[in-house]
Nanobody, 126 residues
Framework: QVQLQESGPGLVKPSQTLSLTCTVS??????????WSWIRQPPGKGLEWIGYITYSGSTYYSPSLKSRTSISRDTSKKQFTLQLSSVTPEDTAVYYC??????????????????WGQGTQVTVSS
């Protein structure tokens, strides 16, 4: 059973960089055929896909967030990390790390994620 757990600060000041780490247990982030994604849900809004890193280390980001987003990984620790720079209060959201089989990926509106972390609240405020 794969489990994902987000960690990172719950409060970030405007203009700073948000950094969250997802630790994976029960599986490997280098297993062929999976994309490891970050998704967020602002208060009162729907889910928003941020980006993913593949089993081979390739990355793909939402066009609307691409200029501020970086996703990296540490395979030895089975972790992948989200960095979102120049945050504003509009980046306040619950952030989730997830896994999706590459065969289920058809774009940012994909829904067939098979594992999710519990989510972590990040508030951007001074």
């Amino acid at each position: 059973q794969v489990q994902l757990q987000e960690s990172g600060p719950g409060l970030v000041k405007p203009s700073q960089t948000l950094s969250l780490t997802c630790t994976v247990s029960g599986g490997s982030i280098t297993t062929n055929g999976y994309y490891w994604s970050w998704i967020r849900q602002p208060p009162g809004k729907g889910l928003e896909w941020i980006g993913y890193i593949t089993y081979s280390g390739s990355t793909y980001y939402s066009p609307s967030l691409k200029s501020r987003t970086s996703i990296s990984r540490d395979t030895s620790k089975k972790q992948f990390t989200l960095q979102l720079s120049s945050v504003t209060p509009e980046d306040t959201a619950v952030y989730y790390c997830t896994r999706i089989p590459s065969s289920s990926w058809y774009g940012p509106s994909s829904t067939r994620y098979d594992y999710w972390g519990q989510g972590t609240q990040v508030t951007v405020s001074s």
